[in-house]
Structures are given as C-alpha cells and as structure tokens.
C-alpha cells in the first residue's frame, strides 16, 4: 500500500512548454536561440536570433496563455503535484538587474494559484535547461563565479513570493548531465557555456560544476531560513551503467561509471568532495578556484532529497586507457529515439540511489518518447500505457519489497511539450496530444489520449489497481 499521500503528477519545463518568449518583459534564454533539430540533426545553438531559422521554445505549446485549461485537466487527471520550472529570464530578464520583473513574477503566483484550487502541489525547478542569454554573453555563463550570486538573488526572490504555495523546490535540473562534455547541448542548456577547443574542457566542466553546487547549497541555507517547511532537492539524470559481462574487470568499470554519474548527488547530499574525484582531479592536475567558504557552505547546505529523471540503461565495458567505455544494453528493447527501455532498471537505480543515501527519492521524470496519431479525437497509446505501467509496477516492488523511500512520481511529461534534445513536437511524450497547428492559430489544441484515463485510475486508486 502506497503512502495516502504519494505525490503522483506529471512533469514539465518552462522553456520547452509555456512559449510567450518574449511576453511582459521576459528575456531571452539560453532554450531560445535553439534551433529545431530531430533525431539525425542536432539543434544549432546561434548567436542571437538568426532571420529564417525555426526556434520551436519560443511558442512552446503556448501554456502561458492556456494554462488555465491546462491544469484544468491535470486535476481532472487527479494530479496530487505538477513539477514545473520557473524560467529565471522571465523574473531577471537579463539576469543581473537589481530588481525583479513584476509581471514574470505574477504569472507564477496565477499559475500556483491555479494549482492550489485543485490542491495540486507545484513542484518547482529553479534552473531547468534555462538560463538569461544576456548572462552567457556579459559573464560567460557559470564559468564565472558571479554567476553564485545571480542565481542565489533569483531564488531567494523566488522562496520569498512563493512562501506557502510551494514546498518541493530543485536547485538544477539533471546537474549531472555535465560530466558528458562531448554534447554541447548539456553545457549550454545546464551552463551557458560552450567549450573552445584550446581550453582543458575538463577543468572547466568541474569548475562550473562547482560554482553550481555553491549556488545550490547557498540556495538550500536561504530556502530554509525563508520557511522551514521547503524541502529542497538536487535533481539528476539516473539510470543503471551496468557491467557489460561478470569479467571483474567490468564490474570496476561499471563501478567507476555509476561513480561519475553520482559525483554530484555525492556532493550536495553529503556536503563535501568524494575521496575517488579529490585524486581524480590530483591526477590530473586540475586547479579548480575552491575556498574554504565554499567547502563550509557544501556542507551547510545538503539537500533534503533526491530527485532523478529515470529513462533508460547502458553498459559499461572495461578499456585500459579510460576505465570504460559506455555501449547499449543489447538485452532491452528501445525507442524510436533508440532511448533503452528497461523497467526493471528502475527498481535497480531505487535501490542503488537508496543504499548510498539513505534520503527520500522523488521520481521526477519517466517516460516514452513516441510517434503519436491523432484518430477521432484520441490517441491509442497502448505503448505508452504499457511503458509507464511497467515502470510503476517496478517502483512498487522498490517500495513494497524492497523498502525504498520513494515520495512521488511525475511522468515526463503531463502534456506534449517541445523535446529538449531534439527541439521537435513530434517526439511526444504526455497523457494530452497538442495539435500545434491549432496552438499556432490560438486555439489550446489539446486531445485526452488514451493513457488519460489509464493513468487517472492509476491515481485514483493509489496504484492498488496495478
Ligand atoms: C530530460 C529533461 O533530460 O529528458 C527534459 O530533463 C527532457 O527537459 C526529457 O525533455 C526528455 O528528453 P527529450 O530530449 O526527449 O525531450
């Protein structure tokens, strides 16, 4: 029996779903100068906003201006929680103004009251894949350590006006994603930074990690000092790096890998550096700027939680010159995207993440990416159906047999939204289809697929039906 009060919901992003990109004195963001891309094309990140290229973020699904509607069907889904994010370029604009902009922030105090009047929980990311473009230009993203104190200024504003309406907070969403330097998407997306070839790339990505754990672990000190009630999170990108065979030799690289993927919930839930990063960085002689203040407020300002967005599963493989090598799981099946489809893998990572911390897990994001067909009105997606279900299920056995404490799931995502890797609305993931054409046109475009209601039985009888 789960918990009476789960947090079952859905899961969203600003940039990628609430468009008005340049409504009531918004600024622009790192998600808008993205181009579309697909599944063979990677986005382009330009200079500015280039005439004749197509920037999907800046009309998202447009919820800024239907978002009544839209979290009018989250409750009838029976949404105890919605995670979102707040986009920081619409509460600075630029990102190193003095004062808020007033209009950004009233638009979230009607979207959480919205909310509240189906007693929906926000679930509030601060940073997530967004970021003032004006930042990355003036101060060259978060490889400058100005960047602490703009980020710690917007959330205290941000604890400050939303105090009572929002409990769960997340300082970055899958902070993590930095260690994979060779995708320029995660230092842009998570940073602003875009790496240039004579620079030791590695340095940097620690260095900007830790600025961004500092800014983190300050935020966590003043979330608090606002109103005890917070519970503040970090938020990474999770899932099982397997040993490739029983070889001892790929269990150490598996080990090894799972170390790097959990290197930052390492640091903001214990508060200081891994022993295996300190002779990591010794080896390699990397000089980060790291003071004494720093390693106090590391400490002072550990997490409460655990949030991970759980999709998919590789291997590891043992390779002499750089411990391992990451290759597909060839036992799963995958996506059309070629995302691994591992339920199971879920249960394993609940477990792994709850031995090594002990703290409370928040699933934040699961999903499928899918072609979806609209037909009469609806959409048929037993495969998505059959994907979450499997994945739910797993979660149960985590919870009830294996006795994980796991607070809440939100699928990714509660509604078709803009893909971040890709930039296209045709990789879908929500429980509603938008009908972009229409959104295009004003209209809020939006049709019940048929895990709509698979998954308002889900939450109405708290999982018991599974
Ligand atoms: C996570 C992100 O990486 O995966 C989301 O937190 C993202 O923002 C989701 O949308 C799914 O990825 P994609 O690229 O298919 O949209």
Not at 43 to 54: D, F, N, Q, S
Not at 64 to 84: N, P, S, W
């Amino acid at each position: 029996m789960l918990d009476k009060n789960f947090l079952w919901g859905g899961a969203v992003a600003a940039n990628q779903y609430e468009g008005a990109w340049n409504v009531a004195g918004k600024g622009l963001s790192v998600a808008d100068v993205m181009t579309k891309g697909s599944a063979k094309k990677p986005r382009e990140i330009t200079a500015g906003i280039l005439p004749g290229k197509e920037y999907p973020n800046h009309l998202g699904i447009d919820f800024y201006h239907h978002y009544k509607a839209e979290i009018k069907l989250f409750a009838e889904m029976g949404f105890k929680c919605f995670r979102l994010s707040i986009a920081w370029s619409r509460i600075f604009p630029k990102g190193d103004e003095e004062k808020p902009n007033e209009a950004g922030l009233k638009f979230y105090d009607d979207v959480f009251a919205e909310c509240l009047k189906y007693q929906i929980q926000p679930v509030v990311t601060l940073s997530h894949f967004e970021m003032p473009y004006y930042l990355t230009k003036k101060y060259g993203g978060w490889r400058n350590r100005k960047m602490i104190s703009f980020f710690l200024k917007y959330a205290e504003v941000c604890f400050k006006r939303y105090r009572g309406k929002v409990k769960y907070w997340m300082t970055f969403n899958e902070i993590n994603n930095l260690i994979d330097t060779d995708n320029p998407f995660n230092a842009w997306t998570g940073a602003g930074v875009v790496y240039s070839e004579n620079e030791n790339v590695e340095q940097t990505m620690y260095q900007i990690a830790h600025y961004q754990f500092v800014a983190s672990a300050l935020a966590v000190q003043v979330g608090k000092r606002i109103d005890a009630r917070n519970q503040i999170g970090c938020m990474l990108h999770l899932g099982p790096i397997y040993p490739a065979s029983c070889k001892p030799l790929d269990q150490i690289a598996s080990l090894k890998a799972m170390d790097r993927r959990f290197f930052f919930s390492d640091v903001q839930i214990r508060g200081t550096y891994p022993k295996y990063t300190l002779k990591h960085w010794e080896k390699q002689n990397l000089n980060l700027d790291i003071t004494n203040k720093d390693l106090e407020n590391l400490k002072k300002g550990t997490v409460d939680f655990l949030g991970f967005s759980y999709y998919k599963s590789t291997v590891a493989e043992y390779d002499e010159k750089n411990t391992y090598v990451e290759k597909a799981n060839p036992h799963v099946p995958k996506s059309a995207w070629d995302w691994a489809i591992d339920p199971v893998g879920l249960r394993y990572i609940l477990n792994l993440a709850y031995e090594r911390y002990q703290k409370p897990l928040f699933i934040v994001e699961n999903g499928l990416g899918a072609f979806d067909e609209l037909k009469d009105e609806t959409v048929n997606d037993d495969y998505r159906i059959n994907y979450l279900q499997e994945h739910i299920v797993q979660m149960l056995k985590a919870i009830e047999i294996d006795g994980v404490n796991v607070i809440g799931y939100t699928p990714w995502a509660a509604i078709d939204i803009i893909s971040a890797s890709t930039g296209e609305i045709e990789k879908r993931y929500g429980f509603i289809y938008i009908d972009l054409e229409q959104v295009k046109k004003g209209a809020a475009g939006f049709y019940r697929k048929k895990s709509f209601k698979w998954y308002q039985h889900i939450i109405s009888t708290n999982g018991d039906c599974l």
